[in-house]
């Protein structure tokens, strides 16, 4: 029983494989590993150890656990993305999204000696030092680009009874910052989430940028619309749409204004819209750069039934929000109502 269970995993990682050369390419910025930036000999990697029996008093850790559910036949296809919140004094928040893959529907990590990896491991109070002297330096504008303090070289170690383990999935990292200044905020800045900001939606801002430009803004990407927005032309700008009830809870949803660029990762966007509750962090997210090209793939596997129930535009209950909006579009519909992932769980580590 035991060889038989070692050597299934090892086929299906052989099929895929065969399944990306016969095809010629990867689906978007994937590699042949299977993922975006993991397993590649050019990323410099920067390891954070997490051991929740040793942090700090002031530190508080949630994993929340997205599920993504693909409408396939037999059965629903579901991916998950594992959220690591990492509070500190309840105002700063490092923000860990360990992905699947195009080989696994789930996040995997591996076994890790860390003594391999000591020159480039840093610890939770190294982490919140540095996320603190980048909020600082926000913009680098001596250096002529600007660090969305957003990054895909951060490795979580994460220390279990048996020892270490890190992720082998790609980990999209963030670090954003509670702000509760009353005043009205002409330009939101892109790390800092204002509870007590001007709400505004992404339906409303396209609505204006549309009637404007004749067209949408480039922070919905298609094939029309590369060109350059002015509107972020000072960084990204991080706004706040909603404010909403989660089993009793006040939470607060959030988008991010920036550039999608043609034929380029556009990992440093990390999360498009997600919703943020107070104590525990990020508990539902949307990953377009990643997750659009990955939930495609997964959805049309060679190896899938032929019948696949696909969604329809009625199966989306389109609404005509405003004269404005008039294409029945599923993933500009969806970018429009500002859908997110939502938490299968919540665990207060």
Known sequence: MYTLIMKKPQLIILFFCFYINAFGQTPGGFKLTGTMFRNSNTVG???VLLDVSKLPIDVVVHKVT?????STYPKPTDLTIEVYNILFNQKDLAVFSVMPSLFSKNPTWKKINIDTI??????ITQLHTLMQSKFVTYPLKEKGRLDRLKYY????IFKKDDGYYCNTTDCFTEFLTI?????EVVMPTGFKLNLKAKMLSIAEYESDYRRRHGEYSSNFFNDKNSYFNDDVKDGPRLNLSYVIEYQNKKSYKFWLLDQFYRNNINAERGMDRFIFQPGVGIIGAAYEFFMRDLANYWYHLPQAPNKIIKGSVEDKKYYNLTPY???YDPILLDYLNEDVIKYLSIEKL
């Open 118 to 123: 000591s020159n480039s491991m840093i610890s």
């Open 66 to 70: 997205l599920k993504r559910s693909l």
């Open 45 to 47: 990697y920067r390891y």
């Open 325 to 327: 909006f008039s294409e």
């Open 179 to 183: 702000d509760d200044n009353e005043k």
């Open 153 to 156: 070289n951060y490795i979580l």
